[in-house]
């Protein structure tokens, strides 16, 4: 199930038949592991190495939080490339399926399921190297219309995220905001949260859409 302009509805798209169908779409899991691959080259950027203060990433496997990881599509990418990974999803229907994934990976081990909401985060403070969040974080707003409950939350949120990372800490989120408005409530929940970063497009003109935060948790001096 999708809207006119054919972006998926939640829970709609994803609960039911229809979470199989997600699952057995072999188009989906080509392109969220393609996406997932690029927010893994997006968490070594260049340019957010120089954002605040100079850090780069070593080549260690971190433990990494994917939120919103649906069936698991992008969460086997991680654990595949090494990344201890703990991945989040608060629909069952999307979180049985990843189930089902985990018991045919060879890293099984590497791999946390936990059925929570990311507004909600069961995850101790300091305990997460970085985060990931792939065609997921715009939902975090569901069944919110006015405008101050929708800032809340995102706040709330991105607070904290910056609370669960350790320092230097990086989170690489792609989502599909609506409109400009909708982008500038997210980015500025996380410029008042204590992260730096920047927002990457395909078409810099592009006001909606597929849309990219490179953040890293801002050094306490
Ligand atoms: C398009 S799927 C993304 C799947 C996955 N990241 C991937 O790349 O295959 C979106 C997922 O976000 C989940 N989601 C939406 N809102 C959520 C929330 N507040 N907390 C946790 N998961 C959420 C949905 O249940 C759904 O499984």
Redesign the pocket.
């Known amino acids: 199930m999708s809207n006119h302009d054919n972006s ?1 509805i ?2 709609d798209s ?1 609960v039911g038949e229809n979470s199989t169908e997600y699952d057995n779409s072999i188009w989906m899991e080509r392109n ?1 592991k393609k ?2 691959i690029l927010c893994l080259h997006y968490l070594y950027d260049e340019k957010l190495d120089r954002i605040g203060i100079l850090d780069t990433l070593n080549e260690e496997k971190y433990l990494v939080a ?6 698991g ?2 969460s086997e990418i991680l654990v595949e490339k090494g990344y201890r990974v703990i991945a ?4 069952i229907d ?1 979180l049985s399926k990843a189930k089902s994934k985990k018991k045919l990976l060879e890293k099984e081990k590497n791999l946390e399921l936990i059925l ?4 909600y985060l069961p995850l101790k403070q300091s305990s997460i190297d970085h985060i990931i969040s ?3 974080y715009n ?2 707003i ?1 069944g919110k219309i006015v405008l101050g409950d929708i800032s809340k939350t995102v706040n709330n949120t991105a607070r904290y995220l910056e609370k669960i990372l350790k320092p230097n800490g990086r989170v690489i989120i792609e989502f599909y905001p609506k409109n400009k408005k909708e982008l500038d409530i997210f980015t500025s929940s996380f410029d008042e949260s204590g992260f730096d970063g920047f927002v990457v497009k395909k078409d810099s003109n592009q006001k909606s859409g597929q849309t990219f935060l490179l953040l890293k948790k801002r050094a306490k001096l």
């Open positions: 998926p939640f829970p994803y969220q996406t997932a994917d939120l919103g990881c649906g069936t599509f992008s989040v999803d608060v629909l999307m929570a909401d990311i507004n792939i065609s997921a939902f975090i569901y």
